[in-house]
Structure formats: structure tokens, C-alpha cells
């Protein structure tokens, strides 16, 4: 087994090397607005300028997607608890509001404000 000269290599046995890293991480909304705008018939770089990613961003996701939107294109349902209503939960809470109190000032059933209180509980069993 002779060295291969200088400058060439094996390349052909090993696997094309993508994007470093997860590029979609965080762009959820950005995608979103990006779509948003290709539905309106604006070209792909005036829409990932439009939504806040570069167009490199915006070509490589409506060329990835098959030109189909990959994300929904409808506003995020209230199913889930914001930051924000942790947030006040947590200071009711610590005000010494009761769990009935708390869920009627959210807006929200008390066993969804009980269980946000108390995330993994275990049950005590008095053995360890």
C-alpha cells in the first residue's frame, strides 16, 4: 500500500459533512413569520429578511420543506402554562394563596395549578 500523492485523499468514503450544530433550534417563531410571508407571495429572501433570519436560513427551510410549510402557520394554542403564569402561581403561592384561590385568579382548573405545584411529587411512605 503505497502514500497517495499530495493533495489527494480518500473522500469519496466518507460522509458529506452537513451544518454544524442543530440550525432550526430557536427559530420556531422566526419560521413561522417566514411562512407567513411566502403565503403571501413575497420570494424567500424578502421573507427570511422580513422574519428575522438571513436568506441562506430561509432558502435551505422552503428548500428542506419541499416548498410546504413544515411548521403550523396558526398561533400557539393556551393549552400550556406561559412563563409568566408560572410565574404568578408561584408568587400567589408564596403569599400563602390556596390552590383554589390561585386557579380562580388564573383562570384555570385547580388540578392544573395543583400539579403545577407539585411537579414529580412522590408519595411518602415513612420506609427509605
Known amino acids: 500500500m503505497g502514500k497517495l500523492e499530495?493533495?489527494?485523499?480518500?473522500?469519496?468514503?466518507r460522509p458529506a459533512l452537513g451544518s454544524i450544530g442543530h440550525p432550526g433550534a430557536g427559530l420556531k417563531g422566526a419560521l413561522q413569520r417566514f411562512w407567513k410571508a411566502i403565503a403571501l407571495g413575497m420570494p424567500t429572501d424578502d421573507a427570511a429578511i422580513g422574519?428575522?433570519?438571513?436568506s441562506a436560513v430561509g432558502a435551505r427551510s422552503f428548500r428542506h420543506a419541499g416548498c410546504v410549510p413544515n411548521v403550523s402557520l396558526e398561533a400557539p394554542s393556551e393549552h400550556y402554562l406561559s412563563f409568566a403564569d408560572i410565574e404568578e402561581i408561584a408568587l400567589l403561592r408564596a403569599q400563602g394563596h390556596g390552590v383554589g384561590?390561585?386557579?380562580?385568579?388564573?383562570?384555570?382548573?385547580?388540578?392544573?395549578?395543583?400539579?403545577?405545584l407539585c411537579p414529580n411529587a412522590v408519595t411518602r411512605s415513612g420506609s427509605k
Open 101 to 116: 384561590e390561585i386557579a380562580g385568579r388564573a383562570g384555570r382548573s385547580a388540578s392544573t395549578i395543583s400539579r403545577e
Open 6 to 13: 499530495h493533495g489527494l485523499c480518500r473522500r469519496d468514503i
Open 51 to 54: 422574519a428575522g433570519v438571513s
